[in-house]
């Protein structure tokens, strides 16, 4: 496991049950917030903020989706992470087809020197997505769900689309409730199941994921165009982010094998309807996300003595003459 441990970086950590049990999901540890204000002591300001992100990442991709949708391009830099972080040295920068160099002019060869340079005794996990302020050297956050509320509104006084709100008021709290069982369910639950050590396990983490896939596709069967109605929200990006992954990785690669989901009814359509939104398509690289699990740390067999579920399949459904 790579982490690092009192602001030394370890690419050879042996994990403890806890640090195993957290595998690649976990609570960032950098919660600070923009604000148009500067009340929190950063202010919204153009290009004084930047991104570090990886379009592999399913954490990282919904703040870049939230980026393009407010159109913040020229507000908040990017640089792109190498989608091969399984490496002795994790994620890194670099000036190729698939990444860049560090673009906020800090000379980082590696995330890890961010964390240590926004706190020299940091100990944890080094994660995408992370929110960097250039005025004080210092990661403002690394909670993607926070990033994502942040450039939703934060920046509006000053430039972007302030039309659209992907945190409206009056659909907060539903909001609220649906993204914690995204967070949950599906974005963690891909992780259980491809993390589970024994069948027991398996079985329990797959009747999670597809119970929740079952139930936000009856949602959807009402005839609304998205999660909670007729316009896209927050918890669209989320659903979206993790499930323009699933029949390429998770339901192969993870085991996730009871049902892809082009077999289901109406999540497919609610995919097409977010991937049509201004801007989201150009953030989907599956370059990255293939190259990221397929030739890294998941596509190792290192979980055996589990078989995976067999999947439904139409052709073996009673045939009607």
Not at 271 to 297: F, N
Request: charged share 25%.
């Amino acid at each position: 496991m790579k982490l690092m441990i009192n602001g030394l970086w370890r690419g050879d950590v042996d994990p403890t049950p806890e640090l195993k049990a957290q595998q690649m999901i976990h609570a960032g540890r950098f919660r600070d917030r923009i604000t148009a204000d500067g009340a929190s002591g950063f202010r919204a300001e153009p290009r004084r903020y930047h991104l570090y992100a990886s379009p592999a990442c399913p954490f990282s991709h919904r703040v870049l989706i939230v980026r393009a949708l407010k159109q913040l391009e020229d507000i908040v830099g990017l640089s792109v992470l190498h989608p091969h972080w399984d490496t002795p040295d994790g994620w890194s920068f670099a000036d190729t087809a698939l990444s860049t160099i560090d673009n906020a002019d800090n000379g980082f060869l590696h995330l890890h020197e961010a964390y240590r340079a926004s706190a020299p005794n940091y100990t944890g996990k080094v994660t995408v997505p992370v929110l960097w302020d250039r005025h004080s050297r210092r990661i403002v956050s690394n909670e993607s769900v926070e990033i994502a509320a942040m450039l939703n509104d934060a920046f509006d006084a000053i430039t972007g689309d302030r039309v659209l709100d992907l945190c409206p008021a009056e659909l907060k709290p539903a909001m609220d409730d649906l993204n914690g069982e995204i967070a949950r369910r599906l974005s963690v639950g891909v992780y259980a199941v491809a993390g589970a050590t024994h069948q027991r396990g398996y079985t329990a983490a797959m009747d999670q994921l597809f119970g929740f896939l079952d139930e936000l596709d009856d949602r959807l069967s009402d005839g609304r165009r998205f999660c909670l109605g007729e316009r896209p929200t927050l918890a669209d990006v989320l659903v979206y982010s993790t499930l323009v992954r699933f029949d390429a990785v998770y339901n192969p690669l993870f085991r996730a094998s009871r049902r892809r989901l082009v077999d289901y009814r109406h999540l497919p359509d609610l995919l097409r309807r977010v991937h049509a939104l201004p801007g989201v398509a150009a953030t989907l690289r599956y370059d990255h996300i293939l190259t990221h699990y397929y030739d890294g740390d998941w596509a190792i067999a290192t979980r055996r003595g589990i078989v995976p579920e067999l999947p439904e399949m139409n052709w073996l459904a009673p045939h009607r003459t």
